[in-house]
């Protein structure tokens, strides 16, 4: 049977969520699993019994790096899966085992037009540099880098000229609900994200706020914290008490279900966990057409370019004015049964690690 190892350095976000469901699977249908790193803010009783604790604070903290390897390698695991950018680095140190990252987004100054290959467009500073550059040599030195999305391939293919057979496409997976499509016109949107630049909350607010945008009794919830916050909040005084901030908070797909839309105006995604969550519970998407959103969302979402306040507001107003947003609910939350159910997520990660087992065997009987 194949021991998997998973290796997380951070507590939250959208990693660790993939993580903590992933492993849950694969425990369910048998398979030997650990997860080791910090408990999980979201979801560590789906692990519970599968998680070892550990600590690797920064990238130049080798000792911890040096203890997380020995950690990982005394419990024998056939395949070792780092599911951040930190954990990559550690597990190039892995020699003997099978070698796997998930490659979940590019450093928050990449922008979309450079990313997509716009010779024209300003690239990233010197710094996000170095660190595609680090992200290159990883890629390189170990098995396979999976990525969620397409156009994240594309980007490690072209960009950082990675291996096309060390690339593989492996969707994210969400905890599968009941879906619950709204029953009458958008009220009540959602933004669930870090409350940062690039997930755009300030131009969600600022289209908001343009005339003849929100409806009367429309409102909305703001599920997630960062850095942007404070300045968030002030631009929301102009909307008269219809913003409701709730911080960060593990129950996402809940409070999603209480919802009648999802709106995410990033700037740069791959393929966000929230939409694939929000298309589970059956509730119309409104983003920006970046990263591998369009693929997700495919014919039935409103779609925006990135950075144009006036667009996304004239979204808004398409979907807050759209007769039958239950009709779109629906066909969402069945695109999201075919495309992120846990199980099909699981079935993929586990013929992946299977393989490379297999491939590594004939090597270790001849050494």
């Not at 600590?55 to 390897?69: I, P, T, Y």
């Not at 850095?227 to 901030?245: D, I, K, N, S």
């Not at 979204?315 to 007769?323: M, S, T, V």
Request: positive net charge; aromatic residues 4%.
């Amino acid at each position: 049977m194949t021991r998997i190892a998973y290796l997380l350095t951070q507590d939250r976000g959208g990693p660790v969520d993939v993580t903590v469901r992933l492993a849950a699977t694969l425990a369910r249908g048998g398979a030997e699993v650990r997860v080791f790193g910090p408990e999980p803010a979201r979801g560590a009783g789906l692990i519970d019994g599968l998680h070892h604790g550990l600590q690797v604070a920064g990238k130049e903290d080798f000792g911890a790096a040096n203890r997380a390897r020995a950690v990982i390698r005394a419990w024998r695991p056939d395949v070792v899966h780092a599911q951040d950018r930190r954990a990559g680095l550690v597990i190039a140190g892995l020699r003997g085992l099978a070698r796997v990252q998930t490659y979940h987004g590019v450093p928050d100054d990449v922008a979309e037009p450079w990313f997509r290959g716009d010779r024209r467009a300003a690239g990233p500073s010197a710094y996000t540099r170095t660190v595609l550059t680090a992200d290159a040599v990883v890629a390189r030195l170990l098995d396979r880098t999976i990525v969620p999305a397409e156009a994240m391939g594309e980007f490690l293919r072209r960009r950082l000229k990675v291996p096309a057979t060390r690339v593989v496409p492996v969707g994210n997976c969400v905890e599968p609900a009941l879906p619950d499509p709204p029953r009458g016109p958008v009220r009540h949107l959602v933004f669930a994200g870090l409350l940062v630049d690039r997930k755009g909350i300030l131009d969600l607010l600022a289209a908001l706020g343009r005339p003849g945008v929100l409806p009367p009794d429309a409102r909305l919830t703001v599920i997630g914290d960062g850095p942007q916050r404070a300045e968030a909040e002030r631009a929301a005084r102009a909307l008269a008490g219809r913003v409701t901030f709730l911080g960060f908070r593990p129950d996402v797909p809940a409070l999603l279900a209480t919802a009648d839309a999802l709106v995410l105006p990033s700037s740069m995604e791959q393929q966000p966990l929230v939409v694939a969550e929000a298309m589970a519970a059956g509730k119309p998407v409104l983003a920006t057409a970046v990263g591998g959103v369009p693929e997700m969302v495919g014919d039935e979402s409103f779609l925006v370019p990135p950075g144009d306040v006036e667009a996304l507001a004239g979204g808004l107003r398409a979907l807050f004015a759209e007769p039958d947003p239950g009709r779109i609910g629906r066909r969402l939350a069945e695109r999201a049964q075919r495309l992120y159910h846990p199980d099909a997520c699981a079935r993929r990660h586990l013929a992946l690690y299977e393989r490379l087992v297999r491939a590594r065997t004939p090597a270790a009987g001849r050494a």
